[in-house]
């Protein structure tokens, strides 16, 4: 089946640095690539919808400037949390959408959990 | 706006007994709706869609537009099937995920 992978897989950085978290899909292309993110015990919740070749359209609330997302190719879309808070400090989720399976057909990644200390 | 409710954050069922965990919606138009399912140490993972009206590991559901309600059951339920499951409503190609399950299943 389709595989979807995060690098890092845990991240701890220093409030005001930036990091970033890659989403790769491994054996098909994406043109459609998703970025959740899930608070302890709580639900995923969308951040933002990652197309490849245009601009990321961000979820109400979500701001755009500090959780950048970079579609460059048809496997790989990456999330940078800029100038790091505490208050980041999340597990970062993405999926992949495979275009034959159906609009709502996604294969996540495992997840990256951010620290921002 | 549309939203998904998954009343009980943990269920615990005896192994052999029946499960059913419940899901209800909000949403205007005509829902597709999904179970995902999170084993442990494992990835988030598509279990069934209402759409394919499929029985998958022994799970059904069963879409209830009078109710809003897509419950997830399984009549004889099996120690793997402890896990995080949640339901997912679809729309505008994207995901709306409920806070999700916690079955453990009692041996």
């Known amino acids: 089946g389709a595989v979807v992978s995060q690098h890092p897989s845990w991240v701890i950085c220093k409030s005001g640095t930036s990091v970033k978290i890659e989403c790769r899909s491994l054996?098909?292309?994406?043109?459609?690539m998703f970025w959740y993110r899930q608070f302890p015990k709580q639900s995923l919740m969308l951040m933002a919808t990652?197309?490849?070749?245009?601009?990321?359209?961000?979820e109400q609330g979500v701001e755009k400037d500090k959780f950048l997302i970079n579609h460059a190719s048809l496997t790989l879309s990456t999330l940078t949390v800029t100038s790091a808070h505490p208050e980041d400090s999340s597990f970062y989720i993405c999926?992949?959408?495979?275009?034959?399976?159906?609009?709502?057909?996604?294969?996540f990644g495992p997840g990256t959990r951010l620290t921002v200390t | 706006a549309q939203r998904v409710t998954q009343p009980e954050k943990l269920l615990s069922v005896f192994k052999g007994a029946p499960v059913e965990l419940k899901c209800n919606y909000s949403?205007?138009?005509?829902?597709?709706l999904f179970w995902y399912v999170q084993y442990s140490r494992q990835r988030l993972q598509l279990l069934l869609r209402?759409?394919s009206r499929e029985s998958i590991k022994g799970f059904t559901a069963d879409l209830n537009k009078g109710e809003t309600s897509f419950h997830l059951k399984k009549p004889f339920a099996q120690e793997e099937d402890s896990a995080m499951y949640y339901c997912?409503?679809?729309?505008?190609?994207?995901?709306?995920f409920g806070t999700g399950t916690r079955l453990t299943i009692i041996p």
């Open positions: 999926s992949a959408r495979d275009p034959p399976g159906g609009r709502y057909e996604q294969y």
């Open positions: 054996d098909f292309q994406a043109t459609t």
């Open positions: 990652s197309n490849e070749g245009s601009k990321a359209t961000y």
């Open positions: 949403y205007s138009g005509s829902p597709e």
């Open positions: 209402h759409i």
């Open positions: 997912a409503l679809g729309r505008n190609e994207k995901l709306t």
